[in-house]
């Protein structure tokens, strides 16, 4: 539609979701957006918030700087959010439309962001194979981090709103094998 194909990857942590957005920005010269760039400040971090599945991203923004521009077709251009500061860059970045616009993360397939992907691709991995990517990637404290805060969010945001269930493809990046969502 409006002359792009848009796909969505979510999935656990450290299950190869940026990775995989990386290849396919890499064969097809897609776009690739970041849910990362759409955490929650920490001034809207409320326990309100934080108790609904999904509730430390911020949706809306992403609804607004992105998903409303794809699905009119346009460029999109937003400031990402800096885990490393708490806030918003104060330099936007650009994303002129191309033939395929990716959008990974996890909560890229948030209901409420009410948006109708092209493709939608579900990865998961081995809790144990998960903790020693995460460790290989971000070190022992984050990785404690990762186990105390974000997986939790994460799985409970799977759980709570089905998300395995709205991918069209659900894939174990470790065995490399196809899924069934019952088997996420």
């Keep these: 539609e409006k002359g792009c194909a848009r796909v969505a ?7 190869g979701k940026s990775t995989l957005g990386r290849l396919l920005g890499g064969i097809y010269g897609a776009q ?3 849910m990362d760039d759409f955490f929650l400040p920490a001034d809207r971090k409320t326990p309100e918030r934080l108790a609904r599945p999904g509730g430390n991203v911020d949706i809306e923004r992403f609804r607004q700087e992105v998903l409303q521009p ?11 959010f800096s885990c490393r500061t708490g806030m ?4 936007a970045i650009a994303f002129p439309k ?3 616009m990716v959008v990974e993360g996890s909560y890229s397939l948030h209901p409420a962001g009410n948006f109708a992907y092209d493709g939608a691709i579900f990865l998961s991995v081995a809790p144990e194979v998960q903790r020693e990517r995460i460790r ?3 070190g022992d404290a984050m990785l404690q ?3 105390q805060e974000w997986i939790p969010l994460e799985e409970k945001y799977f759980r709570a709103l089905h998300i395995p269930e709205k991918a069209d493809i659900c894939y174990d990046s470790e065995t490399r094998q196809l899924l069934a969502p019952s088997q996420v």
């Design 9 to 15: 990857i979510d999935g656990c942590s450290g299950s």
């Design 32 to 34: 690739l957006f970041h």
């Design 136 to 138: 290989k990637r971000n």
């Design 98 to 100: 191309t033939p395929l």
């Design 145 to 147: 981090r990762f186990e």
């Design 88 to 91: 918003l860059s104060s330099e």
């Design 70 to 80: 794809l699905s009119e077709g346009q460029d999109v251009s937003y400031h990402p």
